[in-house]
């Protein structure tokens, strides 16, 4: 099975391949490459599993590779700096092509090396997560953490193709398969009720990594990505609306240390924080809250943050993400399931309430 | 005296303004602001003289700053990051501007952080060395070094308003004041044979900073660059013509270790370098390399490398810089006096030959 979608952005589309047995396709890769310098960047986890037919695939060029340390806490300026590192002993020049071998952290820091790289190289995304397949490899957001803030340092750069090997998943521990659905649940929330109907009826077979409905909820996810991505590149509008429930995990993780939570556990607390507050705006009901909290509950996901964070600490958190502006806190928030919007219009009291509200995970 | 010029670069245009009297001048930043929170980013040695007449210009907006140590050697990732340090202390959010205050090395530092902050934030550039103002506060290139490259790390990236007050010149050390007519002469190398033979007119002139003649230099040179930045923004094509002698001088630049010639001292040497190898292809006479060396001497500028600098070493350096494509050495050379072109038809011992002839400094 291999399935395409595209990315419309004009000059900068690209294809987005899903299927089975990717990896080791050539001629996926090739349509994309330029020179034939290919520097593969992954991690510790990964590389014993995938580097070799990934390799193997590529054999007809010039492949180096650097394997960097697997988790949140290394995606840092010191470890990104390891790519140019590689990238210089190699002498790469500026037709070279980063391949981003990995979870979200590699496809995040590699991306970014490849927009920076003698101001900027080629790069494909090779997802190996779910968390990677169905969010962080579409859409060109690339960067780094800063110690007060997630992906605060970045560019936007596009991958000129991402290759989604399903057969990948194979190997992904529970813990990432669980984190990976949270930004699946997402876009069921953000776009289509639908699409959040079949998660609930399906919650089961995908948990049991069943083909066919692992493959159609990337398929759906990426689609609705895709067409947000196209609309909005750099986010001036509606691309907000798939930070849903990432300004509070962004607080979760920047709070409980890079790596203590996994990004999408993070996003899952987020998801139920989001609807928790749009309930206390009148917006969701009690019953459309309780479906939030229980189809995130059945992914294995927390439905709340750790007790260690205070309110107070969420707020300091908060101001400092992205979404502020003139000093407003914006925040992504539910009218309906199936349907979000951005508001700065959230009164404090009600705010306040739902940062105090910690539900038992 | 106030001229102004446009880089035309559709969405992305931004005025050059150039003239005395500008740093206090609040409606020339005004329009190009559209936050309330702005980070001054300078350096030790400017600080003490600029930055007060800068806050007090900027005194209706909440104005932060930080101050970095002063040369080539601190354009590291390091210091960089010192950037991201102060903007997150000082909480700023999405629409902060940072003004780049201080030489080439501020502006290269500070345009790329802006590049990368929460993915992109405005910058403006108040170039405040005559090689800022002639040439890196213009046209979007910023970067950091790295101990294996020049300018290795970075992104295109253009300010939103450059502001160039002349009066910034009185304070600049002789040595500086050298380094930035390297890219004086350089824009009438490769563009204006009428403009290199004013230059070899009024050297004295400029280097007794007469301020009629330092005001045509720096326009005449915001003219050449602005028209050829936008007509290759991102440098697929003539936009390389501005690197003439930057391959060699980088070469030296990362060879003798940065901070020990300055960047324009680097170039100056840099285009004898180019100018000798146009000459070994048959396309200087003896004459015009004498004329490129004198004007360059006569600027206070080297007009060959360190003997330190070895023709193995060049190009051991050289192959990492950012003009090497499929392999192959690309550089910039002179069919003639004001005309310049690209090619990487260049024999290799005529290369070698070039790179021996250390004349006497």
Same mark, same amino acid.
């Given at each position: 099975?291999? $399935?395409?979608?595209?990315?419309?952005?004009?000059?900068?589309?690209?294809? !987005?391949? !899903?299927?089975?047995?990717?990896?080791?396709?050539?001629?996926?890769?090739?349509?994309?490459?330029?020179?034939?310098?290919?520097?593969?960047?992954?991690?510790?986890?990964?590389?014993?599993?995938?580097?070799?037919?990934?390799?193997?695939?590529?054999?007809?060029?010039?492949?180096?590779?650097? !394997?960097?340390?697997?988790?949140?806490?290394?995606?840092?300026?010191?470890?990104?700096?390891?790519? @140019?590192?590689? =990238? /210089?002993?190699?002498?790469?020049?500026?037709?070279?092509? =980063?391949?981003? #071998?990995? &979870?979200?952290?590699?496809?995040?820091?590699?991306?970014?090396?490849?927009?920076? *790289?003698?101001?900027?190289?080629? @790069?494909?995304?090779?997802?190996?997560?779910?968390?990677?397949?169905?969010?962080?490899?579409?859409? %060109?957001?690339?960067?780094?953490?800063?110690?007060?803030?997630?992906?605060?340092?970045?560019?936007?750069?596009?991958?000129?193709?991402?290759?989604?090997?399903?057969?990948?998943?194979?190997?992904? +521990?529970?813990?990432? /398969?669980?984190?990976?659905?949270?930004?699946?649940?997402? *876009?069921?929330?953000?776009?289509?009720?639908? @699409?959040?109907?079949?998660?609930?009826?399906?919650?089961?077979?995908?948990?049991?990594?069943?083909?066919?409905? =692992?493959? *159609?909820?990337?398929?759906?996810?990426?689609?609705?990505?895709?067409?947000?991505?196209?609309?909005?590149? /750099? $986010?001036?509008?509606?691309?907000?609306? #798939?930070?849903? &429930?990432?300004? @509070?995990?962004?607080?979760?993780?920047?709070?409980? &240390? *890079?790596?203590?939570? /996994?990004?999408?556990?993070?996003?899952?607390? %987020?998801?139920?924080?989001?609807?928790? #507050?749009?309930?206390?705006?009148?917006?969701?009901?009690?019953?459309?809250?309780?479906?939030?909290?229980?189809?995130?509950?059945?992914?294995?996901?927390?439905?709340? +943050?750790?007790?260690?964070?205070?309110?107070?600490?969420?707020?300091?958190?908060?101001?400092?993400?992205?979404?502020?502006?003139?000093?407003?806190?914006? #925040?992504?928030?539910?009218?309906?399931?199936?349907?979000?919007?951005?508001?700065?219009?959230?009164?404090?009291?009600?705010?306040?309430?739902?940062?105090?509200?910690?539900?038992?995970?």
């Amino acid at each position: 099975m291999n $399935e395409s979608l595209q990315v419309e952005l004009g000059a900068r589309a690209y294809p !987005i391949h !899903i299927g089975t047995g990717l990896l080791a396709e050539t001629a996926l890769y090739g349509p994309h490459i330029r020179g034939d310098q290919l520097m593969v960047v992954t991690n510790e986890r990964v590389a014993p599993l995938y580097l070799e037919p990934v390799r193997q695939a590529l054999a007809a060029y010039r492949v180096q590779q650097v !394997i960097l340390p697997d988790g949140e806490q290394f995606k840092t300026l010191e470890v990104w700096n390891r790519i @140019f590192d590689a =990238l /210089l002993d190699a002498r790469f020049g500026r037709d070279s092509t =980063l391949i981003a #071998l990995g &979870g979200g952290v590699i496809g995040d820091m590699a991306g970014f090396a490849a927009a920076c *790289y003698q101001r900027g190289v080629d @790069f494909i995304q090779v997802p190996t997560t779910l968390l990677a397949q169905v969010d962080s490899s579409v859409g %060109g957001k690339t960067g780094i953490n800063h110690p007060a803030g997630k992906n605060m340092i970045g560019a936007f750069h596009q991958p000129r193709a991402v290759v989604a090997d399903l057969d990948t998943l194979d190997t992904l +521990p529970q813990r990432e /398969l669980s984190a990976g659905l949270a930004e699946v649940i997402k *876009y069921g929330l953000i776009r289509d009720a639908g @699409f959040l109907a079949w998660l609930e009826s399906h919650m089961a077979e995908l948990l049991a990594r069943d083909a066919d409905a =692992l493959a *159609y909820a990337i398929r759906r996810s990426c689609e609705i990505k895709a067409e947000i991505v196209a609309a909005d590149e /750099l $986010e001036s509008g509606q691309r907000a609306l #798939l930070n849903l &429930g990432h300004t @509070f995990g962004h607080a979760i993780e920047t709070g409980v &240390g *890079y790596g203590a939570w /996994l990004h999408g556990e993070a996003v899952g607390a %987020g998801l139920c924080m989001a609807a928790d #507050l749009s309930r206390r705006l009148g917006w969701l009901a009690d019953a459309d809250l309780e479906r939030v909290r229980r189809l995130v509950a059945r992914a294995g996901l927390p439905i709340g +943050p750790p007790a260690e964070m205070t309110a107070g600490r969420f707020l300091e958190l908060m101001v400092v993400d992205k979404k502020v502006q003139k000093g407003q806190l914006r #925040l992504v928030l539910l009218p309906q399931l199936g349907d979000a919007l951005v508001t700065d219009q959230v009164d404090a009291e009600s705010l306040q309430a739902s940062l105090c509200a910690h539900v038992p995970v």
